[in-house]
């Protein structure tokens, strides 16, 4: 809940932002010369690629959460069996014996995305955002019966 209401205010604040910028970037382009023109679009410009890219994780989320919950109406979610240090941080070494594991199972049996979303929970633990992204795209992209590159 409280990843869900930090990623809302993230949003409103982006959102506001946005528009900030958009209003901005449309009085310069009102001034009429050349040069306010000129610098009008290209500040329109970082709105449009930021509400693109605010729209793009959005989807990403949303596909994630939705794996997620039929992973655990399925009673297959990834259990926690990692070991955590007295301030409740993960133990590196846990995580790579847990990461070891979900990626031998993701071997054995590469087409399947509930391996992939678990795999991605074992990058994400140790620490390998890009990485967890990537095996989280794979595994959405399975679900979704869509080609995946290899």
Same mark, same amino acid.
């Given at each position: =809940?409280? %990843?869900? #209401?930090?990623?809302?205010?993230? +949003?409103? $604040? #982006?959102?506001?932002?946005?528009?900030?910028?958009?209003?901005?970037?449309? =009085?310069?382009?009102?001034?009429?010369?050349? *040069?306010?023109?000129? /610098?009008?679009?290209?500040?329109?410009?970082?709105?449009?690629?930021?509400?693109?890219?605010?729209?793009?994780?959005?989807? /990403?989320?949303?596909?994630?959460? %939705? *794996?997620?919950?039929?992973?655990?109406?399925?009673?297959?979610?990834?259990?926690?069996?990692?070991?955590?240090?007295?301030?409740?941080?993960?133990?590196?070494?846990?995580?790579?014996? $847990?990461? +070891?594991?979900?990626? %031998?199972?993701?071997?054995?049996?590469?087409?399947?995305?509930?391996?992939?979303?678990? *795999?991605?929970?074992?990058?994400?633990?140790?620490?390998?955002?890009?990485?967890?992204?990537?095996? =989280?795209?794979?595994?959405? +992209?399975?679900?979704?019966?869509?080609?995946?590159?290899?």
């Amino acid at each position: =809940m409280r %990843a869900k #209401l930090s990623y809302a205010v993230t +949003a409103a $604040v #982006l959102l506001f932002y946005f528009v900030l910028v958009g209003s901005r970037g449309v =009085m310069l382009i009102q001034s009429g010369t050349l *040069l306010t023109v000129t /610098f009008g679009v290209a500040v329109l410009i970082l709105p449009v690629i930021g509400l693109w890219f605010l729209w793009k994780n959005t989807q /990403f989320v949303r596909r994630a959460n %939705a *794996l997620a919950a039929e992973l655990d109406a399925e009673g297959a979610l990834p259990v926690d069996e990692l070991k955590r240090t007295p301030g409740g941080r993960i133990d590196r070494d846990s995580a790579d014996e $847990v990461f +070891a594991k979900r990626k %031998a199972e993701t071997e054995a049996s590469p087409d399947d995305w509930r391996s992939w979303f678990r *795999l991605a929970v074992a990058y994400h633990d140790a620490r390998d955002t890009p990485r967890a992204r990537k095996a =989280m795209q794979r595994a959405i +992209a399975l679900h979704d019966g869509k080609p995946v590159q290899a």
